[in-house]
């Protein structure tokens, strides 16, 4: 079912406009509407399937998020680009951490790749996840403790010295108490880290509704980064700084020229691709100009 929002989910104006019309080419060939608040910037999907239907949303093979597949370019792709990712992650994170076996909190774990690498590292960490196969992937794979979002709420407060979401926050239908939620049960002195994608990179301009990251219905939410500080500035959290995710870019670009074609990934668009995400990253004069940011926040 779908719901219909009249008003802000984060300010909760009523100053809406019409975004952009986007089609989910991943699962239903459905087109949403993204609106914009023109009071805070919010960008968010309206209507949007409520939480009892947005899983169906997620129920397809081309949907490589949750899954280990390396077949095809994109699975290749994907998994080559995550790999690359971890260690980054890992590094910047443990930049933050102040002892080898800090407290870590992975909202959103997926398969627990990153989280198993951090627990190799030494870090005491705990996954959550509400796909109950990816749960059973990161446990029986890298033998971690995952929970589901219900979880969230059993947590004592001030528990973790190191909270992160990447590429989370943009699911998520709650979104100020799932902020307050973090705030909670993130230690005083502790840090928050959460990658988003950027409606206001070249490679969002230049796909325009062909752009993947808008994946839209599963992606409810769009933060341009005046917004991403606003919100948590809001919450209470102390914006500290920002990284980019340059190689989201290339991937971004990849899938945005399937779409775009409407043809299955060539040697011509992946040369496209390839260029796309280039210019995307050589254009971003900051690390808040790129196809996907992660912000960092202080309690």
Same mark, same amino acid.
């Not at 490589?64 to 990712?85: C, M």
């Given at each position: ?23 989910? $080419? ?44 390396? +077949? ?5 792709? %994907?998994?080559?680009?995550?790999? $690359?990712?971890?260690?980054?992650? %890992? ?25 198993? $690498? ?72 502790? $840090? ?50 920002? +990284? ?56």
């Amino acid at each position: 079912m779908l719901e219909t929002l009249y008003s802000c989910p984060f300010c909760e104006k009523t100053d809406l406009s019409v975004f952009k019309n986007v089609k989910d $080419y991943t699962v239903s060939r459905e087109t949403f509407t993204l609106t914009k608040c023109n009071s805070c910037g919010l960008i968010f999907t309206n209507p949007r399937p409520d939480k009892n239907s947005i899983g169906a949303y997620y129920e397809s093979e081309d949907y490589i998020s949750h899954t280990n597949s390396k +077949k095809g370019l994109l699975n290749n792709a %994907y998994q080559f680009a995550r790999k $690359y990712a971890i260690h980054s992650k %890992y590094s910047l994170v443990k930049s933050y951490s102040g002892a080898p076996n800090s407290a870590l909190l992975d909202i959103g774990c997926g398969t627990g790749e990153f989280l198993g $690498y951090c627990k190799e590292k030494g870090f005491k960490c705990i996954g959550i996840e509400p796909s109950a196969d990816a749960r059973k992937l990161a446990k029986e794979n890298h033998d971690l403790s995952v929970f589901d979002l219900n979880h969230l709420a059993a947590i004592e407060s001030g528990t973790f010295d190191l909270i992160t979401m990447w590429h989370v926050l943009e699911h998520v239908h709650d979104l100020k108490p799932t902020i307050q939620t973090v705030k909670r049960i993130l230690k005083s002195g502790g $840090y928050y880290f959460v990658a988003v994608p950027n409606p206001e990179s070249f490679d969002a301009k230049f796909y325009g509704e062909y752009w993947a990251a808008f994946d839209v219905p599963r992606h409810l939410f769009h933060f341009a980064p005046a917004t991403m500080k606003r919100i948590m500035e809001d919450a209470g959290l102390q914006f500290i700084g920002t +990284k980019p995710m340059k190689m989201d870019a290339y991937y971004v670009s990849l899938l945005s020229e399937k779409y775009a074609s409407g043809k299955a990934i060539g040697a011509l668009s992946a040369i496209k691709s390839f260029s796309s995400g280039l210019a995307s990253n050589l254009k971003a004069s900051s690390a808040e100009l790129y196809s996907s940011v992660i912000y960092i926040f202080r309690k």
